[in-house]
């Protein structure tokens, strides 16, 4: 191990998302979400990736034609002094009936606990979209439910279902994810009933609830797929929606019935209920 490594410290002003998803792409490395912003963490210098944030963000202004401000900070640590801070930064998360901690923090007794350590970009419960699926999953799903994730990342979502009681499938078309989601799964003693790398269209099982929390677009795209997919009178918890683009979603999801919208900040979780022959 080197003496010293590089942290990244990256805050867009907007669209994290979309950040995110540059990062899982283009990086060798993994990365820790933080409330307003990533930190990228190497032994190698990350000048040359700072510089491919800068030129993403510039990519995305003219697409978007708006103004996103990117503050990148890039320092030099001491390795002895990384796990130490990594583990400081991470507290848990309390979303009732759901206590999501990382492994080196105690359960906490009378809560439905989920242990999950940060990895790549996965969720810990920390991102307004995470929390607002568990608090759709704490709602609407019943012990004895058949559940899908949808884009499963840590599993976290799963594994809040199954702590419920629900027999839960899981899919995601990231392979990390995948590998992700069966780790996580294993380390809070719970199996899924299926787990697959690819969409939820290799299935023909129809669902009480399905979990979905990817990106407008995607759901867009998906929605035919989820539809056929769910039993009547089934629930979709639909997130990673920004604001700006719920009327988009909502359209693609016209037959259904909009039973609430859970939001914070910027993002919006719909839960949609179907009708008859939706």
């Known amino acids: 191990m080197q003496d010293y490594y590089y942290m990244l410290v990256v805050k867009p002003s907007s669209h994290l998302e979309l950040f995110s998803d540059f990062l899982v792409d283009v990086l060798p490395v993994g990365f820790e979400e933080i409330d307003d912003g990533f930190i ?5 210098d ?3 990736v700072q510089w491919g944030i800068e030129q993403f963000s510039e990519a995305l202004q003219r697409a978007l034609g708006e103004v996103i401000d990117v503050d990148m900070t890039l320092t030099k640590e001491k390795n002895d002094d990384w796990i ?38 996965f969720g810990t419960g920390h991102h307004p979209t995470t929390a607002s699926c568990l608090r759709g999953i704490a709602k609407y799903v019943k012990e004895g439910d058949v559940v899908m994730d949808v884009g499963c990342g840590s599993g976290i979502l ?13 899919c995601d078309t990231d392979p990390l994810s995948v590998e992700n989601a069966s780790v996580n799964a294993e380390q809070n003693h719970i199996s899924y009933r299926r787990l697959w790398e690819g969409p939820i269209n290799e299935t023909d099982e129809k669902y009480d609830v399905i979990i979905a929390n990817i990106v407008a677009d995607v ?3 998906i929605a035919s797929d989820l539809r056929k997919r ?49």
Not at 239 to 249: Q, T
């Open 84 to 121: 130490a801070q990594y583990q400081q930064g991470i507290s848990p998360v309390e979303i009732a009936p759901f206590y999501i901690h990382p492994t080196w923090e105690e359960p906490k007794e009378g809560m439905l606990n989920i242990a999950i350590d940060p990895a790549l970009a």
């Open 46 to 48: 990350l000048e040359t």
């Open 219 to 221: 759901l867009v795209f």
């Open 158 to 170: 799963a594994i809040a279902a199954i702590k419920k009681g629900a027999v839960v499938d899981a």
């Open 230 to 278: 769910l039993r009547e009178g089934g629930v979709l918890i639909l997130s990673g929606i920004m604001d700006k683009y719920e009327d988009k979603v909502l359209r693609a999801y016209k037959n259904f019935e909009l039973t609430e919208r859970l939001v914070e900040n910027e993002w919006v979780t719909l839960v949609v209920t179907q009708k008859g022959n939706a």
């Open 40 to 44: 990228i963490r190497s032994e190698e």
